[in-house]
Structures are given as structure tokens and as C-alpha cells.
């Protein structure tokens, strides 16, 4: 992917993306998942690749290809994303925290296949928490790594939206926030996006619509405004 506008403008740059929704395994046949495609990590991957970034994408389950000119790093559980990506980040210039990362995942992995009994009762999951991968990002020692977090929002009104990626990325300690509206028709699997982005002083640093790749080249474009 070649993006002639921005030639360079992350040489020498290391940058990592987390991408795509992890799974959590009930047992060895099945899993809770989330509808998160990867697209728009995958082109904020490619996005940065094409401006000279080295770039480190963490791959969780991605229903898209992997972009040319990146390493990938595939994981699948909140777990496997979390190490892939504390180690990554350690002296990064840039982390974007696009990946769909389960909150919770089962108490107990089932050793076999769950089976059903003849009694027709249903079935209760009992689920933990998972960490919080960008707020223990955020918690940690990062001078000279910018952190992107995404909020994806159910909210359908524009300001309590607004308002909730604000709350989001203060409660994280990221420095920037990506918010975009997800509901059963909208955003994930789709090949555009809408999106806010909130800047370290809450302030809408840019709004954006359009092919997930224009997207990616504009959060970049108000990461790195903030930072020349
Ligand atoms: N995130 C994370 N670790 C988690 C959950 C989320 O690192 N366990 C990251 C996501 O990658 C994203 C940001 O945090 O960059 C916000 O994710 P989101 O699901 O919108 O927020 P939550 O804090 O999980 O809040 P909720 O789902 O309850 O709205
Ligand atoms: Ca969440």
C-alpha cells in the first residue's frame, strides 16, 4: 500500500497495532468471540508501514489478510495478545490498541467437549475478568511511547459518545482516543468507518468517514500533528 501524501514521515519509527477480537476457549471445540473483523487495525498497520514505520502487528483472529510489510505476531487469547504486546511495546514509539479485547473470559476451560444432558436444562457460563491491557499500558513507565486506544460505542447519541471517549481515555492513561459507533449494522466486518478522535487534553483533534485506509492515514495524521 503506497501513500505518496505522507512518504516518510514514520522512517525509523517502531510501531505496534494491536488488531482484530480475541477469543477466550469454554473447551477445545469452542469459544466467546466478538464480530471485530481487524480491518481497521490491519490499515492502520498498512498506514504506517507505508509512511516508514517498522511496524509490529499483533493479529488476533483476523477475518481480513495480513497487510505486506509488517511483522505479525498472531494470537488468539486476551492473554496471548496481552504478553505479545508487553513485550512489543517495551521502547516503542507508537502503541494503537485497535484489537477487541474480550472483558471477560470462562472461570474454567473444559478439558473435553461440554456435553449436553438428557434433563433439558440450560446452561450458566461463569466468566472473570480479563486485565485491562491499555489501562496497564497506560499505568506503566512509557515516556516517549504514544499510546491510541479505540472505543467502540453502542451510544447513538453524538455528544454522550463524545463523552464516553473522553471518560475512556482518561480512565486508561491513553493519550489518544479513537471512538467509533458499532451496532449490529455498523462498523466492524464493513469496509468504511466514522470516527473521533480525542486528544491528551480532550479535545476532538479530528473527525473522519471513509475507506478504513484513509481512516488509518488520518489517526496517524493527528498522532503525529500532536507530537512534531
Ligand atoms: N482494551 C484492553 N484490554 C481490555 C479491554 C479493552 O486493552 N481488557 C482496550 C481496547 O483494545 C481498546 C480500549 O481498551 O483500545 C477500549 O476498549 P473498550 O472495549 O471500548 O473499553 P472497555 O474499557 O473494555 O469498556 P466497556 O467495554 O465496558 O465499554
Ligand atoms: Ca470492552
Redesign the pocket.
Known amino acids: 500500500v503506497q501513500d505518496t501524501a505522507r512518504p516518510g514521515d514514520l522512517a525509523g519509527k517502531r510501531v505496534v497495532v ?1 488488531a482484530g477480537g480475541t477469543r477466550e476457549p469454554l473447551d477445545p471445540v469452542r469459544f466467546l468471540g466478538n464480530r471485530s473483523s481487524g480491518k481497521q487495525g490491519a490499515a492502520i498497520a498498512a498506514a504506517a508501514a507505508a509512511r516508514g514505520a517498522s511496524v509490529t502487528l499483533i493479529a488476533a483472529n483476523l477475518e481480513t489478510r495480513t497487510p505486506a510489510g509488517c511483522g505479525v505476531v498472531p494470537v488468539s487469547t ?1 492473554a496471548e495478545l496481552r504478553a505479545a504486546v508487553l513485550d512489543a511495546a517495551e521502547g516503542a514509539d507508537l502503541v494503537v ?5 474480550a ?1 471477560f473470559r470462562p472461570a474454567d476451560v473444559s478439558e473435553g467437549k461440554i456435553k449436553k444432558d438428557d434433563s433439558g436444562s440450560g446452561l450458566t457460563l461463569e466468566l472473570v475478568r ?5 489501562a496497564e499500558l497506560g499505568q506503566r513507565p512509557h515516556a516517549g511511547t504514544t499510546l491510541v ?5 453502542t451510544e447513538p447519541d453524538d455528544e454522550r459518545l463524545l463523552e464516553l471517549g473522553r471518560d ?1 481515555r482518561r480512565r ?1 492513561g491513553a493519550d489518544f482516543l479513537v471512538v467509533n459507533r458499532v451496532g449490529w449494522n455498523d462498523g466492524f466486518a464493513a469496509d468504511e468507518n466514522r470516527i473521533v478522535v480525542v486528544g491528551p487534553d480532550d479535545a476532538v483533534v479530528d473527525r473522519a468517514h471513509g475507506d478504513k485506509l484513509s481512516v488509518a492515514h488520518r489517526i496517524l495524521d493527528a498522532v503525529l500533528a500532536d507530537r512534531r
Not at 97 to 101: E, L, N, P, Q
Not at 130 to 134: A, G, K, S, T
Request: glycine share 4%.
Open positions: 494491536t486476551t490498541m485497535a484489537a477487541a479485547v472483558d480479563n486485565p485491562d491491557i491499555l486506544g479505540f472505543a467502540a460505542e475512556k486508561k
